[in-house]
């Protein structure tokens, strides 16, 4: 899926967003109900959460400019640790909301419940085709931003069939004294459908901003690589690799034979690069000349200090 394709599916996701939250809004105000809190809470965080993807989207479609050479992909995993902690807090309010349903029960009814029936069907068709089309722009260009809100559009619409369900429920059954213990509950299991997709929101965002390496499935295939074009190069001195947001920075250092015409080395640099490359999306990979260079000092106490710098480009 094209770039402009990935911004028109946020923007798209802003806009329904937006009517979604102003009726659920309208509908907790014509009733009472837990459910309905817990719907117009989840609806407005994830429109909040839609609203800072469509944000990061614009930022990252500028550019860097000349302020992050390396780029701003590292603003989509700060924009998903925002939305993980919004989930935290609607959470919590949720939960209290609930216990306080669970001590002191009472029937849902009123306009609102028929406004809330209603919108659950109609943004829930739209949640499912949103879904769908962010699930196949996080495939085609292994974005964060992306994979993250097709897992929202999911769950919103995992949230819609289920709020359709327990209303539902809540007036066919309303002669049941027990029926009034469907409101909170069910708001109970909204605030841990939330909780969980917080936690793995805050998880996954985290990982990326420590600037880690690469699994070994991806070091193996630099590996093989380098082992088809060993005929390339004189010696491997190391391989170094980190992860930063959705790009992946490769850095090889190896040696040539002096000799050797730098037009040649230069024809084998790229070979190299385009067969790493072939494995990654968004990937940086450099070829270094020689090894990475360390300077040993002795420090006050006789312990030696190793300083490591990589060798010039």
Not at 145 to 155: I, R
Request: proline residues 2%.
């Amino acid at each position: 899926m094209l770039p402009g394709h990935k911004e028109s599916s946020t923007r798209t996701a802003v806009i329904a967003g937006a009517v979604d939250t102003l009726i659920t809004l309208a509908a907790l105000l014509a009733a009472q109900s837990s459910v309905l809190l817990a719907d117009f809470l989840k609806t407005g965080l994830e429109f909040i959460a839609v609203l800072l993807a469509w944000v990061a989207m614009r930022h990252l479609a500028r550019g860097a400019g000349d302020a992050y050479d390396y780029g701003i992909g590292k603003l989509e995993n700060l924009s998903s640790l925002i939305v993980a902690a919004l989930m935290g807090l609607v959470f919590i309010v949720i939960t209290v909301n609930a216990v306080r349903g669970l001590l002191s029960p009472a029937h849902v009814g009123g306009i609102g419940v028929t406004i809330s029936l209603v919108a659950q069907v109609v943004f829930g068709s739209i949640n499912c085709w949103l879904w769908r089309r962010c699930r196949l722009a996080a495939q085609a260009e292994d974005s964060p931003l992306m994979a993250s809100q097709a897992k929202l559009f999911f769950t919103k619409l995992f949230g819609n069939v289920f709020i359709f369900g327990s209303l539902a429920l809540s007036l066919l059954l309303a002669d049941h004294s027990w029926s009034v213990y469907i409101d909170p509950i069910a708001s109970l299991v909204i605030a841990g459908s939330i909780l969980v997709s917080a936690i793995g929101v805050f998880s996954s965002s985290v990982y990326d901003l420590l600037d880690g390496t690469l699994e070994e499935k991806d070091k193996l295939d630099i590996m093989r690589e380098l082992v088809l074009h060993f005929h390339r190069y004189d010696r491997l001195y190391g391989v170094r690799s980190r992860r930063a947001g959705n790009r992946v920075f490769i850095d090889i250092h190896v040696g040539f034979d002096p000799a050797r015409r730098v037009g040649d080395v230069e024809q084998d640099i790229a070979a190299m690069r385009a067969g790493v490359m072939r494995h990654f999306k968004n990937a940086c990979v450099t070829v270094v000349l020689g090894p990475e260079l360390t300077l040993a000092s002795e420090s006050a106490d006789g312990e030696q200090v190793t300083v490591s710098r990589l060798a010039a480009r």
